[in-house]
């Protein structure tokens, strides 16, 4: 059983960062496909970032530049590192893994993913 612990959202100001962080447990963590989605009400879940274990990071084209996504294997946790925030980052992030490696085309595609965490809140005041 995976379980993924999303924690660092927060209600932040426009030009402020955040950091999120997703512990995962339950599997050895160096095979996987890591990912962050979001979602606001009424709108279906969105691609942020994606990285794996063999290398090759991916990003929304409107966060790119602005966040950044890690990982350390040692510790089976994923960063997001969020800059200059904007209100529209305003959404509950989720974490998302997938045992294998995905490729690139469907990183993007939350199907692809197996274990999802309960998601933390992000909120960005103008």
């Known amino acids: 059983q995976v379980q993924l612990v999303e924690s660092g959202g927060g209600l932040v100001q426009a030009g402020d960062s955040l950091r999120l962080s997703c512990a995962a447990s339950?599997?050895?963590?160096?095979?996987?496909?890591m990912a962050w989605f979001r979602q606001v009400p009424g709108k279906e879940r969105e691609f942020v970032a994606a990285t794996r274990s063999s290398g090759g990071d991916a990003y929304l084209d409107s966060v790119r530049g602005r966040f950044a996504i890690s990982r350390d294997n040692a510790k089976m946790t994923i960063h997001l590192q969020m800059n200059s925030l904007k209100p529209e980052d305003t959404a509950v992030y989720y974490c998302a893994a997938a045992f294998r490696r995905i490729i690139t085309s469907q990183l993007g595609v939350a199907g692809e993913y197996d274990y999802w965490g309960q998601g933390t809140q992000v909120t960005v005041s103008s």
């Open positions: 339950g599997r050895s963590f160096s095979t996987f496909s």
